[in-house]
Each structure stands twice: as structure tokens, then as C-alpha cells.
């Protein structure tokens, strides 16, 4: 069955952002034949459009005052789109403007959202959206009893495929309206180089590790690698006792990952750790406990001493990358 089916878009730094352009890939694929429209709000969205390939229909506005996220003003301008495009779903990026906009938007129009989904899928006619639950340790699939259905996504739950065209018509959204939200100041994050949701690779360490000095161990790991792929994670455990910082954070509390490889180095695998990187691709543990629960979740392993699989494995990682 076809649906018509709308993103909200996000620009990072003037294009279209990546998790933008995944819900595009998912949102052509589930659409079947139906319309697939996308929103873009602040300064450049006219011109960011043009690469959001798989939508047939762009709404945009480059009012600054998008810029800074306010709900209250994104919703009345997003109202507009799904008014003239009357969608029977609507995708939005598990990011922190997706975890506001998401509940936001289905109050508004009196629909129903699901949080923090990794799948979207239509099943007989249907929409699913499937999201982890009990902090990761089990699936769950919802169905939706009112239209239109609303689900946040996260990053890298679908790919993106080459090539695909942008949309064909294009259509300005109203300037913001007055917000009810003042924003006082912004502080830049402080976090350099690759973020951890972003990298390919996240080496993760854990309280095994003993004490701050041995996450210097992790970053060379990560170097090793190649610091343009991989960033060093911790858990709750190692954050707490001032190892590492917080933004750092991997689990229920901290950051979501989805890498291709996860490193787990002397970490338990506790639930709430798992919620946070139970979506990486491969995970790879490190743990001298040949019980531990990381080896529920990991499909290769090395039960050990981190003192000495460490050093063997940047020696190797070296050798690999021919340094
Ligand atoms: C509401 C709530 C939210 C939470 N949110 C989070 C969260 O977001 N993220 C998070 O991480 N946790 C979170 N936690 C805490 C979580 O329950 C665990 O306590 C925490 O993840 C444990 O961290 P850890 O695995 O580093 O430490 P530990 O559980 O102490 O595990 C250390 C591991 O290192 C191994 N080890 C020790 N020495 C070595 C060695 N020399 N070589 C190899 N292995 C070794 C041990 O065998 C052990 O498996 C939360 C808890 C609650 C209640």
C-alpha cells in the first residue's frame, strides 16, 4: 500500500543533515508509490533542498530565527506542510530537536508518536515502528490507531543509496511567528574532533580500566584506527568516578551509538549501558570476567587482562595501518 509520508528535516551547517537525508532513503522505500515531502527550516533551507533526493515535495523557509530551535515555532511552520500535504506519517531524527519536535507535533495534531525507533516498516498496509525497550534488552513493534503516524528515528537506522533526485516543486513556509520561548545564551559543547554518534568505530571503556590514565590506552586505539573513524566512549561507571567527560557518556543516560564496530573494553555490559550501543553493528568485548554480561551482546571476544590484549591489539592495529 502507498503512503504519503513527510520528514522534518535538520540542516547541519546549511545542508540537509545526514540523518535527514537516511529518513529520505527510508521514507522512498516505505512511501511505495506515495508522496514523500520534507521541511526544512533556517538560514540556506531553499538551497539545502535541492540535494534532499527521494522527496518529490520541499517545503522551506531561511528565516534566521529558525535558526535556534524553538518548538512553538517550528510546529506552527510544519502545521502548514502537513496541512497541504496531509501525510499518513511523519518521520522525524531522534535528535534533540526530534525529541521535542516528535511529542510536540502528535499533541498538536492529535495523533500518537513513537520515540526512538530503529525501524520503520509497513507490514500488510501497515505502518510498524519498532523501538528497543526494558533499556534494550527486548524489541518492541507498535502499530498506530490514528493517522498520521508519527515516529523519531535514529541516525543510521536506514541507508542512504547513491544517486536519486531532489524534489520537483518547492514551497515557502511562513516566516516564524512570535515564539513564547526567549533564549536567554547558547554555550558551544566543548567536545572536539569526532562526536561519538557520528564515528564508524567507538572504543569504550569501562571502570575495569582502574583508573583515567588507561583511557590515554583508548585513544590510542582509536588512533590507531584513524581519529577521522573513531572516538573513545565510557560508561556511566568510568564518567562518574571523573575518568572521562560526560559527553562521552554511552547508555540509557548518555549518548545512543550505532557504529559499525563497538570495542568494549572492560565494561559489563549492565543494561543501561547496552541501551546505548545494543545497535552497533559488531561488538567486540574485552573482559577478564569469562561471565560477564557483554558477552550476551558481542559477537566476537577476548576474556582477559585489558593490561596485556591492549598493547597486542595496537600493536596490531599499527602493523594493519602501516605506521
Ligand atoms: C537509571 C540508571 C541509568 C544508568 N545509565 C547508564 C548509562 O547511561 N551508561 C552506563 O554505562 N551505565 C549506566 N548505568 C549504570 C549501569 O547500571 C552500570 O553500573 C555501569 O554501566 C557499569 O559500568 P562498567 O561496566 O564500566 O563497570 P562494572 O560493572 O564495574 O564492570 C567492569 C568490568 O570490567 C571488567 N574488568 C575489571 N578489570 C579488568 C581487566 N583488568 N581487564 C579486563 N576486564 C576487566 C570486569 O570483569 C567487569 O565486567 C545506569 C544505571 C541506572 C540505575
Known sequence: MSHNILVIGELDEGSASATTLELLAGASEIASGGNVSVTLLGVGASQAVGACAGANTAYASDDAQYDDFRGDQWISAIQSAVESETPDVILVAQSIVGRELGPRLSHKLGTAVAMDCVSISDVDGSIKATRPCFGGNAMATYGFSTSPAIATVRAKSFEVTEGGSGPTTSTELPAASQSRTEIIATEAATAEGLQIQDATVVVCGGRGLGDAEAFGEMESIASAIGLDKAAVGASRAAVDLGWYPPSQQVGLTGKVVTPDLYL????????????????????????????????????????????????????????????
Not at 568485548?285 to 591489539?313: C, H, M, T
Request: aromatic residues 6%; proline residues 2%; contains cysteine.
Open 264 to 323: 568494549a573494553v572492560a565494561v559489563s555490559g549492565a543494561s543501561q549501558h547496552m541501551a546505548g550501543c545494543s545497535g552497533s553493528k559488531t561488538i567486540v568485548g574485552i573482559n577478564r570476567d569469562e561471565e560477564a554480561n557483554i558477552w550476551s551482546f558481542s559477537r566476537y571476544g577476548i576474556i582477559g587482562d585489558y593490561k596485556q590484549v591492549v598493547p597486542a591489539l595496537i600493536e596490531e592495529l599499527k602493523k594493519a595501518s602501516g605506521n
